[in-house]
């Protein structure tokens, strides 16, 4: 008898690939949409508490507004606890306040930022992370991502003045295995992982024998278990046409 592969296992979603969503403390999103409330008004909010969300990178921040209602959201650098933060159109730009992007300047640094008005907030949401707000026009706002792509979304999309919370964090080193062990089991990936070829022929069907053994390329709709070895690469060659992003 064999033994089942690793992406074989993975597929299985046994409680070793099992996200521990019990662990965390809270969804990090803005407070429910209302365009005519975000346009219409400013509300002050309070920052409650900042804390720590297993698995997560960045601090989080709780905040309450004077309307009672409760917002859990990425923290930007600079935040602090009974900090005053405004939620609208007319909030001054300053560090942790929520606009539309359509009424940010140019050349501001956000994060949090929403892919579409309302969804809570899609990019720029890990630790040190930041989008710049390049332009607007006819009720689109382009951006720069923190992977250096530019894209285009509505201007009633929100963003959170600033950058994220905890930068540096990937500069320090594990250290050692337990570091690595504990972050495997808040994040439900597995650790630690073994190469095919280091197995015994029983296990992998790139294990056995004391030669690297080349396998065959499998092609990329091959299901798991066949899914092995060289595959197939998405595209080769230089991308031709376009804009090249620098």
């Given amino acids: 008898m064999g033994k089942r592969l690793l992406v074989q296992r993975r597929g299985r979603g046994s409680s070793t690939f099992r996200n521990p969503g019990w662990k965390h403390e809270a969804p990090a999103r803005y407070r429910p949409l209302n365009l005519e409330e975000l346009y219409a008004k400013t509300i002050a909010g309070t920052v409650v508490e900042l804390f ?8 989080l921040a709780r905040v309450k507004f004077e309307d009672g209602v409760e917002m859990v959201t990425v923290a930007p650098e600079g935040l602090a606890v009974g900090q005053k933060v405004y939620y609208g159109a007319g909030a001054p730009i300053s560090v942790g306040n929520v606009l539309p992007l359509g009424k940010i ?16 907030g899609k990019f720029a949401r890990a630790s040190g992370t930041y989008a710049v707000v390049l332009a607007h026009r006819d009720g689109k706002t382009l951006l720069q991502l923190p992977s250096r792509k530019v894209k285009e979304v ?3 999309c929100r963003a959170t003045i600033g950058i994220v919370a905890g930068g540096g964090r990937v500069e320090k080193p594990m250290l050692k295995a337990g570091k690595m062990y504990h972050l495997s089991k808040a994040k439900s990936f597995k650790y630690p992982t073994v190469r095919g070829k280091a197995m015994g022929a029983y296990a992998h069907p790139a294990g056995g024998g004391h030669h690297p053994k080349g396998l065959t390329p499998v092609p990329r709709t091959a299901p798991p278990g066949q899914k092995v ?3 197939a690469p998405r595209r080769t060659g230089r991308k031709r046409g376009g804009t090249q992003q620098k």
């Fill in 229 to 231: 070895g060289h595959i």
């Fill in 154 to 156: 509505s201007s009633h």
């Fill in 52 to 59: 720590h969300d297993p698995g997560r990178g960045c601090p």
């Fill in 105 to 120: 300047p140019e050349g501001t640094l956000v994060c949090n930022v929403e892919g579409r008005p309302g969804d809570g």
